[in-house]
């Protein structure tokens, strides 16, 4: 087997975007206008729309908004109506053309191809063979559970998207042989960047804080290797001390969309037990939550070394508070998981972390793949599930092949830190298997893609095929 190697030989990556469009419009049109109103009925809930989603009052408020700005003008046009983006999007769509679920397909379309593209760029970092690449890719873009977004009015294409734009531009910042190259490919990493960080507030801007965190955790990372680079005489000390000012620098820059910067609002707490509290749920789970960061460093070098402690509990306590809001919100939910689960600390949260990463990984686990949904669409939706797992599970399993294999690059460790950091933020405060699927998806997704990468490169190394490693530089 002859190695797939030049440019030439490759198919443009316009190409493929239009071949992965055109594939998400056809699927969409389908659902919406075939198989919801004529083949599942009871799984249709009007305009194309599945049953029992928020997609059903994300199109009715992009309706009554639309009328509005038909009626008083485009002042009326607010990006996020009652707190809701995919409305005001659709809302903007609705007053174009016409008010049906139908006319967002191909914006919907552009960002599920897109972000397939961006991934198979973060693959191609590690193996420049386009078959391959491409094989690793697939499951991100066809397996039905993308469909929940899609083919309806949902966030998770727009956060997909800059979670994975923001995360290829870092991969690329920190590749040497970006900075060996003209400045424009310096340009086009931060472009990247900035594009992702948009993409992420403009339907969950709290997830820029998300980005932040992972940013930091990064940024320290970069650091540490440089200053070893630098050490060694790898690369010289000024460039070492800008590649590690502009990590440092992103999270800075990326102030102005986090409403005030790293920071957490802690809500007013009250000790009442809520009255929707479930009866399942004891109530001694409920313990007196901090309720604010202190604002001053106590006196005494013992209240020095303290202050730390209580402003992380007190970032526990907030993330706490925000996982309550599913517990209590939604406490009848079919495909709710550990909602007997409070965390108010620091300390709770480390004690909880092995399960938050087995959760993160692994779930929905085989006891409930078979399990009755609430609604008929949501137990097909299990069904899929399960065989989407299976291929998750079994990809999984080359996974530390894979990242042994590239051990020695940074690409791997920034992917892995940001990748299982975000699963693992959203697992903490949501104890819903169903939402959890979605929110993690172009993370888990992009390990999926890594552990078909190192299946490949077992293979290589066996002989069984050729895959012609990244050049050489990029760490």
Known sequence: MEYISNEKDKAPYFRLWLIFFLYTVVVAVLVQMVLLPHVFPAWHGGNGLLVGGDWLTFHQIAVDLAEEIKTTGWSAWDLRP?????AGIAAAIYALTVPQPWTTIPLNAILHASAALVLLCIVEVFITNRKYALFCVLPFLLFPSAMTWYTQLH?????????????YGLIKLACLSTWESRAWEQIKALGFVFLGAVLVWIVRPYGVQLLQYMTLAISLLMTIMLIIKAHNKRISIPKATLIATLFWLIIVLLVPLTRGGIQVEIPQVTQEIPKEIPKEIPKEILKEIPKEIPKEIPKGWLGVLNYPFQVLDSMGAALGMVRDG????????????????????????????????????????PDQWFAEGSLSGNTAMRRVSALEMVIIYMTMVFLPYFIWYSRKRIETWIILIFCIGMMLCFTL?????????????G???TLVALGMGGFFSLLQKKGVILVEPAKKGHN
């Open 326 to 365: 599913f517990r209590y919100g939604y406490p009848d939910a079919a495909s709710n998981i550990d909602c007997d689960k409070g965390l108010y600390s620091i300390k709770d949260i480390v004690c909880y972390l092995p399960r938050a990463l087995e959760i993160a990984f692994l779930s929905p686990f």
């Open 443 to 445: 993370f888990l997704m």
């Open 155 to 167: 966030k998770d294409g727009f956060f997909i998207l800059g979670c994975l734009c923001f995360l």
């Open 82 to 86: 009652q707190g809701q983006a995919p």
């Open 429 to 441: 405060v949501i104890p819903n298997v169903g939402s959890l699927y979605r929110t993690r998806y």
